[in-house]
């Protein structure tokens, strides 16, 4: 017989148990889930079809998605070329040469950068990056531009992908034993020389993972980007082109992809793509970043 | 000078301009939004449903978006407390430290996490239309709720995994069961329930992809689980897109206190951690 307390201890057991599965099994339900939405078009395209023919006809029934993978790419691309660098350096100097009082000042502005909706983003974008863009730099490049390009987009995920990024690399760079520096710096290296050959050395494929994380944020990030890009189904040819990515597709044509089974289909096709892509770049990423974490710790 | 020293100071040089460009972004985006926003406000805006003829820039407010936005927040934050508190202190009291089970866990909560809301918005959507469901204020708080709980879980995790096993040795001593050890637990990552919540009220309110599907749009407040709901975001991004000056300008309104309201969030976040963290054993 046992006591009161003890069921008790049991039920919640059980109770909590059943929680934490059942939010595991919403992975595997949202990948069935989506394949079988999208299985109507899997159906009548071959999947190489479907990735790399550039022709975007719903109405006829020809759904290329190379336009919206390349528009994806471009705007991901520019994002961490322009900010990788900004995030690497940021992150160095708060972890290496910054007093403390500093952080305090910046880990605020993080947050605040972290926490801006995406759609505060967009506005941002529209308001200060595109004037600048068809008023001040492409008119040194190009003819002619509406400023809703690709580099837009580029910038504006860019910054909203820069605390992830820094945050992360801060996390690696204070996870290596301090000894390391210091045994650099006594055989004379400078501070620089240190986090050049040691620092950045011990944290090379975190920083890998990093990026990989930060990427697959910006693969899915939707409203920031529908507002900036331009939205032309179109592979973009330079910076100064518009381009559409993927969620851009899925959030614009959401209403009336009802009326027409393919279209509906083609649509979660497109979110089972960045569902899959992004799975997969996650869980590389966390697996090594776990594993970061425990050789230091 | 020898190489090294040039070296240095150039890239010294570099750090702090590239973290002067985090306060530059922090200060360009605050500006351009408040500045545009301001002239916009009025007290109609917060205080007044849209009224005939709104969009085409006659007279009315975003009070529908506001309402609708609550609605869905407070909803989802609550359903998100009750799911993400049971699986934390699951996860850091009846498993131990090496289960395997937890691995598995926290690393698909971090993968949940990463998971864009469009694509949550794209799944429930086809729920919702396998059930037969119309766009309503149920469906957006269902997405938003499966939106927020991986990080009510994995930032009260954080907290709960530094939580000291000596503290429930020492109830298991005193007779008490795994359960009952719960009292404990909660009061030491109370700061960190405190702050989890701050943060998923902050992505809730400015989720904008999730709701669109699911929520839908409307310009009244709802008054049933049923109907659609207006929200923040969607209300600056459709008054954005609209080509009539006072429409736009209704934009920046809405979306300066959609910006005010995340950054009071996110300040109320950092004074709760400094202030409970000092009770922390």
């Given at each position: 017989?046992?006591?009161?307390r003890a069921?008790k201890?049991?039920t ?9 599965i059942?939010s595991l099994?919403?992975?595997v ?13 899997l159906?009548?395209?071959?999947l ?17 998605f190379?336009p919206f ?11 961490v070329?322009?900010f990788?660098?900004?995030a690497?350096?940021?992150?160095i100097?708060?972890?290496?040469y910054a007093?403390?009082?500093v952080?305090k000042?910046?880990f605020p ?8 909706p ?9 308001l200060?990056i ?15 531009s509406t400023?809703?390009?690709a580099?837009?987009?580029g910038v504006?995920l860019g910054v ?13 760079f204070?996870s290596?034993?301090s ?9 004379g290296a400078t501070?620089w ?7 950045l050395?011990?944290s ?5 993972a990093?990026?990989?994380l930060a990427?697959s ?7 920031a980007v529908?507002?900036v890009?331009g939205n032309?189904?179109e592979?973009p040819?330079s910076?100064f082109?518009a ?6 597709l899925?959030?614009n ?6 009326s027409?089974?393919?279209y509906e289909?083609?649509l ?5 793509i960045?569902f899959?892509?992004?799975l ?8 090594i970043l776990?594993?970061?974490?425990k050789?230091f710790a | 000078?020898k ?10 040089l570099?750090?702090?301009?590239a973290?002067l460009?985090v306060f530059?972004?922090?200060?360009s985006?605050?500006?351009?939004i ?7 406000m ?7 449903l849209?009224g ?8 009315g407010?975003?009070l ?5 936005s609550?609605?869905i927040?407070?909803a989802?934050?609550?359903l ?9 202190f ?12 937890a691995y ?12 864009p809301?469009?694509?949550?918005g794209?799944?429930?959507?086809t ?16 997405v938003?709720t ?8 994995r930032s009260?995790?954080?907290v ?10 020492a109830?298991?001593s005193l007779g ?5 050890t719960?009292r404990v637990?909660?009061?030491q990552i109370?700061?960190g ?5 701050l943060?998923?009220i ?5 989720d904008?992809?999730g ?18 709901a ?9 008054q954005m897109?609209?080509p ?8 920046y309104?809405?979306?300066?206190v959609?910006t005010l309201?995340v950054l ?18």
């Open positions: 017989m046992i006591s009161l069921l201890d049991r919640a057991g059980g109770v909590m148990f059943f929680l934490t059942a099994l919403l992975v339900a949202m990948g069935v889930g989506l394949y079988f939405k999208s299985s109507p078009v159906a009548d395209h071959s190489g079809e479907l990735l790399f023919s550039s022709s975007w006809h719903p109405m006829k029934g020809e759904f290329g190379l993978l390349m528009g994806t790419l471009w705007v991901t691309g520019i994002a070329i322009l990788l660098p900004v690497l350096l940021a992150a100097y708060l972890t290496e007093r403390p009082a952080r000042y910046v502005a993080l947050d605040i950068l972290a926490g801006l995406s759609v505060i983003y967009g506005v941002w974008g529209t200060l595109i004037p600048w863009i068809s008023e001040w730099l492409a008119p040194h490049f190009v003819e002619f400023g809703y390009t580099l837009a987009g504006v909203m992908i820069l605390p992830l990024m820094v945050s992360l690399f801060i996390e690696l204070t290596v034993p000894e390391l520096r210091d045994a650099s710096t006594s055989l501070r020389q240190t986090v050049k050959r040691v620092v050395r011990k090379v494929t975190g920083i890998l990093a990026v990989v990427v944020r910006a693969f899915g990030e939707t409203i529908l507002m890009c032309l189904p592979v040819r910076i082109n381009c559409y990515p993927l969620p851009a899925i959030a044509n959401y209403g009336e992809m009802l027409f089974p393919q289909a083609a979660m096709f497109a979110a089972m960045l899959v892509v992004i997969l770049f996650n869980l590389i990423s966390r697996i776990y594993r970061m974490e050789r | 000078m190489f090294k020293f040039i070296e240095e100071r150039l890239f010294k570099l750090m702090y301009l973290t460009a530059g972004f922090v200060v985006i605050i500006w351009t408040v500045s545009r926003g301001w002239g916009a009025s007290w109609d805006m917060v205080s007044k849209p005939g003829g709104f969009y085409v820039g006659k007279e407010g975003f529908n978006a506001i309402v609708g609550l609605y927040v407070g989802s934050t609550l998100g407390l009750l799911v993400s508190i049971p699986v934390v699951y996860m850091n009291v009846y498993l131990s430290k090496n289960s395997r089970l598995v866990a926290r690393l698909a909560y971090d993968v949940l996490f990463g998971i809301s469009i694509v949550y794209a799944f429930a959507f729920i919702m239309i396998y059930f037969g469901m119309k766009t309503s204020l149920a469906g957006g708080i269902i938003v499966l939106l927020i709980v991986p990080i009510f879980i009260m995790d954080e709960a995994r530094t939580f000291p096993r000596e503290l429930l040795d109830a298991y008490a069961t795994r359960f009952e719960i637990v909660l009061r109370m700061p329930i405190a702050t989890a919540t943060l998923s902050g992505r809730a309110i400015g904008a992809a709701v669109m599907f699911t929520a839908g749009y409307t310009d009244s407040i709802p008054t049933s689980l049923s109907q659609p207006a929200t923040m975001p969607l209300a600056v991004f459709f897109s609209s009539i000056k006072e429409v736009q300008n209704r934009a309104a809405a979306a300066m959609l309201i009071a969030l996110s300040v109320a976040g950092r004074l709760i951690t400094n202030r409970f963290s000092k009770h922390r054993v």
